[in-house]
């Protein structure tokens, strides 16, 4: 496991404010309108990152391309798997990292037509950075606000700069 980025608490704060537009309300609710956005924009793929999002999406029939989960929701509570997915792949993603592997495998899933369900053994977090930099323009990179809501990002060339900005801040690991 090669670990390409790690966070500064700098950009641990940074990365708290919204990336993209919130949805706020139950998950009812934020589903609905997630619907009714994307029956107007229509975006080319849909990329959720982060278990209960990801889990509403599919129950809402609202399934996307990728998804991008580690199994645990607020740190410490277990999340069955329940999706039935076309191929699914587990990386190692330390807590507060980018590895080389997590980044391979998005990079695959986004290239792929098919629905990839990417397993994160340690952290999914950071991964929203990547589905943002390596998703074509005008998807969907979806991700949950915990108590608040859903956050959509849709890309565009001003996302992925942002993205190699904060990449750019991050800590090389220490060999």
């Known amino acids: 496991m090669t670990i390409l980025y790690t966070i500064t608490p700098e950009l641990r704060t940074k990365l708290k404010e919204p990336f993209g537009r919130l949805i706020e309300g139950t998950p009812q609710e934020t589903m609905g309108k997630l619907k009714e956005v994307l029956e107007k924009e229509k975006p080319p793929k849909i990329i959720s990152v982060g278990d209960v999002v990801s889990r509403n999406l599919h129950k809402y029939n609202l399934h996307p391309e990728l998804t991008i989960m580690d199994n645990i929701s607020l740190r410490d509570q277990a999340m069955p798997q329940e999706e039935t997915v076309e191929k699914t792949v587990c990386v190692d993603n330390p807590q507060g990292t980018i590895t080389q592997e997590a980044i391979l495998a998005v990079k695959e899933a986004l290239e792929s037509d098919g629905h990839t369900h990417i397993v994160v053994r340690g952290e999914e977090d950071l991964l ?10 005008n998807a969907f990179v979806i991700y949950g606000q915990p108590y608040s809501g859903i956050e959509i990002v849709k890309i565009s060339s001003a996302k992925k700069a942002r993205v190699r900005e904060i990449q750019n801040a991050m800590n090389e690991p220490k060999r």
């Open 128 to 137: 929203t950075l990547i589905a943002v930099l390596y998703a074509p323009e």
